[in-house]
């Protein structure tokens, strides 16, 4: 699968089946995570990959009871090390966590699996199960397994509508 088509077959998926994710599959997407660039180089991403059935179950408690959370076969918790503020006056932490986690989302589909991010938690639950210190910020969780829905056809956002050309034109 091409980056196009991963691209276009990625999807939030929420059915999962209960096999688990092979090692050398699993490491190839962690390894796409780990290749994704980074403001300064600085790799302060911290991946927690969560199989553990009951552990699983504590994290869908920790974001909402949403009840596929302890269905996929993986959790990443995705965490950042980095407090450094770009001299735009982002910090770093939300931004390089999530490009390492689309790359995730998308190696994911590319090898057959599916995924979902996962935005509704909270972090000091999280924290709490997974014994993450306080100086580490929890930024996403995503769900990885292999799909029991049908993946979904999304309209696509009109090209206008979101991109100008030179100046602004919105
Ligand atoms: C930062 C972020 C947080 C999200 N959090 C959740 C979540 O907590 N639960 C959920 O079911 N979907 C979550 N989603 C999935 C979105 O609902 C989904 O990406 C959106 O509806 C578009 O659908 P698609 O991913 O199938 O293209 C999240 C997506 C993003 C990017």
């Known amino acids: 699968m091409d980056i196009y088509e991963a691209i276009r077959h990625r999807y939030s998926c929420r059915a999962y089946a209960n096999t688990p994710i092979e090692k050398?599959?699993?490491?190839?997407?962690?390894?796409?995570?780990?290749?994704?660039?980074?403001?300064?180089n600085l790799r302060d991403w911290r991946f927690v990959v969560v199989t553990d059935t009951k552990i699983k179950e504590q994290l869908?408690?920790?974001?909402?009871?949403?009840?596929f959370i302890a269905q996929a076969p993986v959790v990443i918790?995705?965490?950042?090390?980095?407090?450094?503020?770009m001299r735009c006056g982002h910090g770093i932490s939300l931004i390089d966590l999530s490009i390492a986690m689309?790359?995730?989302?998308?190696?994911?589909?590319a090898e057959g699996l599916a995924t979902c991010w996962i935005g509704s938690f909270y972090p000091?639950?999280?924290r709490a199960v997974l014994g993450i210190p306080e100086t580490i910020e929890v930024v996403e969780l995503m769900t990885i397994g292999t799909p029991t829905d049908e993946e979904k056809h999304k309209a696509l956002e009109p090209l206008e509508n979101v991109v100008c050309y030179d100046k602004w034109k919105f």
């Open 77 to 85: 918790v995705g965490c950042s090390n980095s407090d450094y503020v």
């Open 24 to 40: 050398e599959k699993l490491d190839r997407i962690l390894t796409s995570a780990a290749a994704a660039p980074s403001a300064k």
């Open 124 to 126: 000091e639950k999280v």
């Open 102 to 109: 689309e790359h995730i989302a998308l190696t994911a589909t």
């Open 60 to 67: 869908k408690v920790a974001a909402n009871n949403q009840s």
